[in-house]
């Protein structure tokens, strides 16, 4: 494709008009009780925010608002919240066979697949979601194949996928168990198969990347492998540098990706694990985060022993959890994350530690803490405003503000 | 085995022996909120039951507790009637039920044949408050079949056949209603139809061949030799167009409402209209119709074209507009445990508290057409109800024991009931794993 001039002019024009709409964005959001999620809750509190960043937060006796700037107000602010883990923007909200992106079922093994070319940045569920709060997700390929592709971070606003993402290829999603299992030759029939040919995998991505490394340390000599994107990404699961997030749910399969990471050194996240709670302490020696299921998912199939107080018991054990809205294949197409952060603040979990899930910690576990999941000076201008407790079902989220822009002001 | 056969004979003896005695001896409830749902609620109350009915219900102070009563000290609990779910697929292990694969029209099959009591679906259903089901088989046929109206009698003894679970009507048949769809879920290759107007038609051309057997039959008067040869099938559509069984029609579009309008004016169909996801849209033609809705409150819009502008807001604009309004779980798409959710969520979005709790209990009774015998705390209706720690709006709610006639069928205390009512190992054996609309890939396989 040639890049007419023209096209160049289009294109300085729209960053243009995107960068001037950011910046005439100065707002301050007041609360009546303002959890930081950095110590102690604000009463009366003031966040302010200045061209996409928070610049002060405090009491609001104490932080003077600059002039001309939009104060928002609500009883109850907190961080904009985080998904952990969704398939908004790549499974669509009609259902179809040409909106759902999710899972490219032709092969059982394609880590080469990024997100960012399958993400739906205008996708209506996105909306959905942002009108109660969520400002990120952590979305990609879904669930459903050996290794089904990869993963990124988004801010739930944004006209293109390049505006809305935050990082590219966060993780590469795998999955053990039945929903992997497939007769026929390609993908495994079992779960002995399955890991056999995970690990067949890992060991020649391990082999590629021995002689990309003989091949740097000869230098000018050297003969690096073809390049190869499968293998170059597992490459970068191998180095620790992208982690593998392994769904499953029965102990057994938590077992084995726990014996996995063990075996390659690799670093993984344990997604959906419904039965974690009977390897709390394997979990936690292995030092490996959990995005749990949605609190209310269906309990059948290889999930039916799931309970509404695994998070509870994973944060009482002290392991790193977040908690996802997860993929949907029908209806609702697609969770809320603040829902089901509810119920599990129903069952178990303290009201903070319920908003942790879906704030700081997601944000640690998915390693984007220096730039969302709390309100501090420096960090993204991401808040969402709410008329009472969050987690009450008649509540509502009142504001959603991503980056100092009020992206929504819906009463939802 | 002779000597089991005595323990058990024995065991369930006793176990009858209980059964008498908490149904027989009143007992009195004192001291919760009480929410009557026909009248205001009530800060303390008492609740008196005997004989498996309520006896009395008020302000603590002005109810007679009977000599001899068991009291039970409820303070700072709250008591509601048990919540009647107008649309359930429990029990369905291993299916939906109902009608097979091999025409859309198949109104002569019972649900009833197909449930499994062991389901754990049930035992979270208690969990959840819920006393009364309408077991209905899927949406995947314009006629799918008969429904089963259940009442979760879990506890002594414990259910072995599903006639434990039947309301019986005066002829001492079970009683349910009968199930249709219209849109896009009941639409496959032939013999099923493939757009909404060969929908609409196949649907009408059974109804008037139902029509003439009936004419048939009542032109033989009684005559061996007139009578037309027993049809299953038109049977119970002549119990739909007498009213005899109220038709539970699935639909989501606006344009689908409507035809299920036509089809209960053409045909005299006592209809309720289920899902709704449209609803909103025509709520005054519903209104106008004099015609019920059941509403499913999930998550977010779509999942299916059909159900792309599903609200929040349903519940509340329907209200507005007059029209008899429930809500249902269609377990497995949202968990009985969560029911009062769906109402809250709908005050969420401007139904009424008063509306929003009715819709969980007294409207969905009358759409069952058992409003005389359930769905609010009064004299002389069943005792079935729920107690509750916290507001049943609130995410925080939790069922502490609920009540089947007189008979406490579930109980957070217990440790198995406890099991049931948050998860855990175990708590899903005996489940169904396969609905009408996930794949292979969806269940983990485990069809």
Redesign the interface.
Known sequence: MSRSPFRSLVCCFVVATLTCSTASAQVAIRGKTIYTMAGAAIEDGVVVIQDGKITAIGQANQIAVPPAFRVLEAKVVTPGLIDAHSTVGFS?????AHDQDQ?ERSAPIQPELRAIDAYNAQE??IE??RSFGVTTIHAGHAP?ELMSGQTLVAKTFGKTASAAVIVESRAVAATI???A??SGAKSPGTRGKTMAMLRAELIKAREYREKQQRAAAAGEKGEPPARDLRLETLGRILSGEQPLMITN?RAQDIASALRLAKEFEIKIWLDGAS?A??LIDDIKAAGVPVIVHPT?A????????????TAAKLVAAGIPVALQSGY?????????VL?EA??A???GLKFEQALRTITIDAAKILGIDARVGSLEVGKDGDVALYDGDP??????CVGCVIQGRVVSEVV? | MRATGCLCLAWSLVLSANTLLSQERPQAFVGARIIRIEADEIDSGVLVIEKGKIVAVGAAGEVQIPDGANKVDVAGRVIMPGLVDTHSHIGGSGGLGGADGSGPIQPGVRIYDSINVHDSGFKRAVAGGLTTLNIMPGSGHLISGQTLYAKLRLANPKPKKIDQFFIVDSDGAPMGGLKMANGTNSQHEPPFPGTRGKSAFLVREQYIKAREYQDKIVRAAGDPAKLPPRDLNLEALVEAMRGKRIVHHHTHRHDDIMTVLRLAQEFNLHVVLHHVSDGWKVADEIAAAHVPCSVIVIDSPGGKLEARYARFETGGILEKAGVLTAFHTDDWITDARVFRRSAALAVRAGMSRAGALKALTLAGAEMLGLDKRIGSLAPGKDADFAILENDPLSVYCKTLETWVEGVKVFDRGDPTDYLYAVGGYGAGHDQSPYLCCFDDADTGGAR
């Not at chain 1, 669509?92 to 179809?96: S, T």
């Open positions: 669509g909200i009609l259902n179809h899972l209506d569920l959905w979601i459903g168990g039945p929903a299992q497939k749910h039965e709670y009977l209310m269906r309990a059948f199939g290889e999930h039916d022993n799931l309970s509404f107080e949907e294949a029908y209806v609702p197409k697609t969770r809320v829902f509810a119920v603040a129903g069952n987690f009450e079902y008649t509540s509502h939802r």
